[in-house]
């Protein structure tokens, strides 16, 4: 028999993405959140909560790994079919995954899962074993991943969370992920040298670039609490739009303050994340960085003696590697995936 | 200023697909089939009209060439956006396909198209220079290309008609392509031995395997008009359930049998398509067949002197080509359609 | 300390390829015959001794299965190093192949094999579990597998016995084979319609079409004792060549010529080798005589009752699979290899 | 008619590789030396002078670009064919390169070219239009590039002076290139911790690295004339090997030292190449010295102010990539080719 459950009264539902701990309904913020069961039954709806005014939400649901479905959210409360018709006997892993980003200039932009519905059970979920949290720009979001190669429109159907190279990275080692990103911004400025739009700064609120009260209800910009998912890996990838700034002749920043940033976004990441390996892995979008990132990262180390920051170059994209908006496609991704899990593979 | 169009008030719009001639609305009953439009305009809407017992329809849509959604069709009518917030002064292509098959055993399914809401305007679209009319089971179908390798249920989830090597055929081309298959179906019978279930039985229809008073009302057992759209190229991938009748013991039909149903079926494409060149490609699932069916392939041709009838093994899919419910992947499928497509070209 | 060996004296040597029984020396005729040795020694030499008027004989040497030398063989008798400053405690497998074919328009072309030199011994040699015959033309032969795309000079240097659709088959099996082929030749005819030139007319010899007073004493105008090496499969891919003859006008012979010849081929492929799956493997560089070769392999077997002859086609060579002088290049040939042995494994 | 002439004698001969002014015979001391040639004529030969102890010298011949020919010099002076029976009117462009290392181990080691014999003429040759030299150890010598992934022997079969990063790189910008590169070698120290095998010493040299009194005589000790051939790109690949170095208990330098020496060997490079751009690429083989490498390479430029000087990682050699004796195999190479290239395309 069909019964509607509320999320909190799941036991078994594995959660992701930085969030709340709010589970009625449970907001997912970051590209990349969603949610996971193992559900041993012949059909599965979820019911979700979505807005926007510019930039819709989008989402992509996993059947035992495969990627099935990919929609837009549409305005309102929805009851959407995961699968249907299937064997009731075997248990379905089902990921729903949230493809577009956190968007910063869309207040009204927003998903939320209310309950799951099903005839069926939801069986326990094994535990991965790493976790990951990955921090970054437009590159980090999957922007360009989805779309013809001419497109330049800034739309959030671009946009990936299953196909990134964090998202890969992650599949590797069958790992739990975060993803901190926002298309356009840096350490110290985003690509039009905005220092106000930079990650550090909202590091340790909950999603605190979102804005309008809205998102203020909903607690994104609460302090998170690190201290209920450690990440054993944390992975910086920025300083492609801060590079663009310094193009722009009226920023009046130097390099120097670029690489104190770096320092001082270090020494917070750290401080919420006293045991993970960190590694800024960067050049995905052209290497002019590697030495401004270079220097901060050995001062870094330096001054403080943590060993466990890394610096790695992630392979350019080249030509034929291309998505949608100058962005990297897939095989860029995973080239940056090959590159990057195979250096988390030497240091764990 | 957004308004909502009828599909027979729309001049620029491409319907794909085998159906009948009614507009209001547009029934998409093969895999395959759908529509096309370039729209001027900031958003676009389908207004798509659904219905099913156990199997819904899936279709994808396509934004300037590149797959960005793809879903579930949910019952009752319901406005879905294919875009939204983009450049309206740029023209998008966009392409509706139907990705599961016409279902025979369900005689609720079905899915239509009443009507398209924009901002925008409806501009000309270029005429496509071939035409190929695909003939199968469920290789043609898509059936497996998605869906993990492990998964066994039969559910409409798993089909395409984006990435079969029919669509990926017709793509090398920009080529106008029509699909007229059904899982499980042959020449002369089903994989279990039903030779009700036979596609020359039904080539003559408009859908006339489907099933129920609603498929009469809609026209699927019409007679087909094959005039209105005359192919260039015929291919016939049918033989791989035929071959698993004949390893059944109560089975009472000889290869002889086979053979005739195959030259029978040849005259019958032949007799509505007289211009059309036409390839039995078989081989994805297994070449056993190839003797018998080029020994029926030759005979029709030394009977009637037609010598525009071909045969070509299309390659088998190998380990690690597999996609879900032992059927061909996308490896597979695109393995058939580069030598598929360069027997065309070698051809035409 | 070194020494010599002649190769009737070593007891652990794998002589491969289509010969005599004479060992002093041992003669190479056709392509990808050869020798094969497990060496356990510090160093290895091989003497040959080679001739040629217009085209000089080229050899690879596989070092534990890998290519590492290929080669002219200069005129004369020659000492050649095979491997030197190894471990003397390791057992090296070392397989010497002549990548040009048997030269039938060259009748000093020449190369044999007197001796091998060591300080190590002869270890034993596996017995491989599947022995393969291909019959075929240039595409057999391997000819175009080296060189540039743009090169148009028919010369020794551009073929392969080592990369060639049958070598790599043999590969994916660890099987022996043997190869017999001829670049422009056919069954009724080669590519310039000389009768003369065609395969089976020589097929019951040790390597017939060779011409000159030294190929007669050598033994290549001998019968061939089939009882010595009875392959599992035969692999005939011939047609190619007949197919270019019936374009030119003069050719006087028909179509049914051309299938009579298949017929009476297959009928002397089977009387030697009566225990073998025969495959006839057609398309790699076009796929015109597949209805003639189909009917004549349709009619051999319902003649004769026969069920062990097959037909496939193996897929053309496309744009950017190309080898030198307009023939299959490597990519080609490992896709025919995968096609070809997929069959093989599904038979066997 | 036949007729040899003495490389002095060759006006239209291109001489690659570091060497000295000696064209009686032109010694080839480094991987990636040879000579490059354009000949319209049917047949060439080359007569080259080999010597060695332990490791013979490897060659691989380039007909118009594609590789034909590789084997090893046999000892002593020999009339090797590099093409025969050819169109007498087209041009063949012939490149012969030297495929093994310097042999710093072995004092007898030796190659040479005393003179070509053709019935040709020697055609004029294209300037290439950058020039490109690559410092590093066994991978840019290529070893492992050839031979089985189990081979452990150090011998010089296994190496490549064609299909290195090196050489791969250079083949895309249709660059000449230089290679001074030692197995085992470093910056500061070889992997065993001695001082003396580091590749600084020897940079002012020819081939300061050879030993032995012909060597001497040949002109390999003596100071090169950096004015001959100035690149336009240095890529120095070391560290690897001193990383190594300091994982010996026994091993006394530091990390500092290292970085000195880093640092004392731009300048050393800049002394003699003052206008190019020099790239550090590492990580073929792991990234453990990139916070030092990067450490220098950043003082370095604050000392100086030169900002012609670079950092990449080259991506390190995965599962699947590894040829003989657990270094980079080709698919490596051409992984590392593609990442540097692209950043050299992106500076020049």
Redesign the interface.
């Given at each position: 028999m069909i019964k509607e459950y509320k999320i909190s009264e799941i036991k078994n539902i594995k959660l992701n993405g930085r969030s709340t701990d709010c589970l009625e309904p449970y907001t997912l913020f970051w590209t990349g959140s969603g949610f996971e069961v193992n559900v041993k039954g012949r059909e599965l709806w979820v019911e979700i909560e979505a807005d926007y005014e510019?930039?819709?939400p989008w989402f992509t649901v996993l059947?035992?790994?495969?990627p099935?479905?990919?929609?837009?959210a549409?305005k309102g409360s929805n009851k959407i079919?995961l699968?249907?018709?299937?064997?009731p006997e075997?248990i379905k892993n089902v990921r729903f995954i949230k493809d577009s980003q956190a968007m910063h200039d869309d207040e009204k932009c927003m998903l939320s899962i209310h309950s799951l519905i099903t005839d069926g059970v939801f069986c326990s979920i094994d535990e991965r074993k790493l976790k990951i949290e990955f921090i970054g720009d437009s590159i980090t979001s999957g922007e360009g991943i989805?779309?013809?190669t001419?497109?330049?429109?800034w739309?959030s159907?671009?946009f990936s969370g299953v196909y990134s190279y964090a998202a890969l990275t992650a599949e590797k080692f069958k790992a739990d992920y975060r993803i901190i990103s926002q298309s356009g911004w840096g350490v110290l400025s985003s690509w039009d040298g905005n220092t106000a739009n930079a990650i550090p700064k909202y590091y340790e609120k909950v999603c605190g670039l979102l804005t309008g009260d809205r998102n203020k209800k909903l607690g994104a910009t609460d302090d998170y609490d690190f201290k209920k998912w450690q990440p054993d890996v944390v992975v910086v990838n920025l300083g492609t739009n801060d590079c663009n700034a310094f193009e722009m002749p009226e920023f009046t920043y130097t390099i120097e303050d670029f690489e104190n940033e770096v320092i001082m976004f270090l020494k917070k990441i750290r401080k919420y994340n006293p045991k993970a390996d960190i590694i800024w892995g960067y050049?995905m979008l052209?290497?002019k960085m590697?030495?401004s990132i270079?220097?901060a990262?050995?001062a870094y180390?330096l001054e403080t003696g943590d060993k466990k920051v890394?610096?790695?170059?992630l392979?350019?994209t080249?030509e034929g590697m291309f998505g949608?908006r100058q962005h990297p496609g897939l095989k860029s991704h995973k080239q940056a995936a090959?590159?990057l899990s195979?250096?988390i593979m030497?240091m764990i």
């Open positions: 510019e930039q819709e059947i035992n790994g495969a099935v479905l990919r929609q837009m549409p079919c699968f249907r018709s299937r064997n075997e989805f779309g013809d001419k497109e330049e429109d739309v159907m671009f050049g052209g290497y590697t030495a270079t220097r990262v050995n180390t890394h610096f790695i170059n392979p350019n080249r949608s090959e590159v195979d250096y030497g």
